[in-house]
């Protein structure tokens, strides 16, 4: 099972626990859950920290897919704005290969146990780009893969597109795209998943806590809803410490439901708008804090811990 002692998440100071308290005891406006263009947000990081801002946000947490790439922007612009930032990811799981998103939080960007994450997480998508090729190779379009890596030989981004126009097939990319968006390609998402367990095995103890993402979400490919079995299986191989209760697939039923399970297993709640940007009608939204109080008590203790262990040592 995974530890949810000690904490190592990334540097905090006493300031940064006053400001946390401050917040949950004022019942201030707070969103965990977050994307940016590090996956597939509109927003830049600072971009997002200035919209949260704007809707009077005082606590936000970026949690892009399955990558840290915006957290070190993001935690510096929010620094900037006076606004409180809690590190996070949305990270994409099987279990027994169903899969779900568990939102990942309060872990420290630069551990080298995200470097390993990122490498893991490239060999996965070389097997689903892998396999998009061999989908366009089947409708015509022989392509060689290679032509769209980079100097690391990692995969560019939109690789098909780049392949496609550095073969000459297409005059140009934008035409790429649209060639490539009428071959009907079947994106097998779940090849980039990673089981929970495996996944479990590479985390350090206090490491980050976790909370599963909209539970009640059920999209073939994508996330199945969350059955006590499989929380069960979670909790084994993760510090699963809550479920996202309040996320804008649920309704009030779902809501209900989620917050009695999580209380029969002993959790606490999270709460998070999912934003992704205006453009596809997916704001940031203000949730009181008093709704996540427990899960924002549970970061202000791991915060308060690492403050004692630096003022103990120094």
Not at 41 to 59: F, Q, R, Y
Not at 67 to 72: A, I, P, S
Not at 155 to 180: K, M, W
Request: proline fraction near 4%; glycine fraction near 8%; include cysteine.
């Amino acid at each position: 099972m995974g530890d949810i002692s000690g904490s190592r998440g990334r540097p905090v100071d006493e300031a940064d626990v006053v400001a946390l308290s401050t917040l949950i005891d004022a019942d201030e406006a707070v969103d965990l859950h977050s994307h940016s263009r590090h996956s597939d947000g509109h927003w830049t990081p600072s971009e997002l920290i200035d919209e949260a801002g704007t809707v009077g946000l005082k606590l936000i947490s970026l949690t892009d897919h399955d990558t840290v790439g915006g957290q070190e922007a993001a935690a510096a612009a929010a620094r900037r704005a006076g606004l409180a930032f809690l590190t996070g990811m949305e990270v994409s799981l099987t279990v027994e290969g169903r899969p779900y998103h568990v939102l990942a939080y309060d872990f420290d960007w630069a551990s080298p146990t995200w470097r390993r994450f990122v490498e893991r997480r490239r060999q996965r998508f070389e097997v689903f780009y892998l396999d998009l090729f061999e989908q366009m190779r089947s409708r015509g379009y022989e392509v060689n893969p290679d032509v769209a890596r980079g100097e690391d030989g990692s995969f560019l981004d939109n690789p098909l597109a780049v392949a496609l126009y550095r073969s000459g097939q297409a005059p140009s990319l934008e035409d790429a795209d649209q060639r490539i968006r009428g071959l009907g390609l079947r994106r097998t998402i779940e090849l980039t998943y990673q089981d929970a367990a495996t996944f479990g095995e590479i985390l350090q103890p206090g490491e980050a806590v976790f909370s599963v993402a909209h539970p009640g979400r059920q999209e073939r490919g994508v996330s199945v809803r969350l059955s006590e079995e499989d929380l069960r299986l979670l909790r084994e191989a993760l510090p699963v410490v809550a479920l996202e209760v309040q996320h804008p697939y649920h309704g009030a039923s779902d809501v209900e439901h989620f917050r009695r399970l999580a209380e029969r297993y002993g959790l606490v709640a999270t709460c998070g708008s999912d934003a992704h940007g205006h453009q596809v009608r997916r704001p940031l939204r203000k949730h009181p804090s008093s709704s996540c109080r427990e899960f924002l008590q549970i970061i202000r203790e791991r915060w308060a811990a690492r403050v004692q262990v630096l003022t103990a040592g120094g």
